[in-house]
Nanobody
Framework: LVQVAESGGGSVQAGGSLTLSCAAS????????MAWFRQAPGKEREAVAGFHTTLKTTYYVDSVKGRFTVSQDITKNTLHLQMSSLQPEDAGMYYC????????????????????WGQGTQVTVSS
């Protein structure tokens, strides 16, 4: 059974840092494309960052470039998202997603490209 489970959310002040983790089970993460999405209240879910295992590259939306870092811990079968210089607009529910069939590059930010999702972990940023 393929599953992903997020952890590490919490409340921080603006400028603070958090590291989210996505523990995978049922598949080796080095063979799946994985991504982080977030959803703020009243807004659509948006892609944040990810790792494309076929292209061997990470990707980020412009708003988080230079502040967020995606990394794999293959020994723990876990994907991490290190977040720094957090701002109130970064707040929301963060979801981990996995795709057994990696999307084309122009679809890496599309939620429809991923077929396994976690329950999410909440990130709150106070100003």
């Amino acid at each position: 059974l393929v599953q992903v489970a997020e952890s590490g959310g919490g409340s921080v002040q603006a400028g603070g840092s958090l590291t989210l983790s996505c523990a995978a089970s049922g598949f080796p993460i080095q063979y799946y494309c994985m991504a982080w999405f977030r959803q703020a209240p009243g807004k659509e879910r948006e892609a944040v960052a990810g790792f494309h295992t076929t292209l061997k590259t990470t990707y980020y939306v412009d708003s988080v470039k230079g502040r967020f870092t995606v990394s794999q811990d293959i020994t723990k079968n876990t994907l991490h998202l290190q977040m720094s210089s957090l701002q109130p607009e970064d707040a929301g529910m963060y979801y981990c997603a996995a795709a057994g069939l990696c999307p084309t590059w122009d679809n890496v930010f599309a939620s429809r490209s991923y077929n396994y999702w976690g329950q999410g972990t909440q990130v709150t940023v106070s100003s």
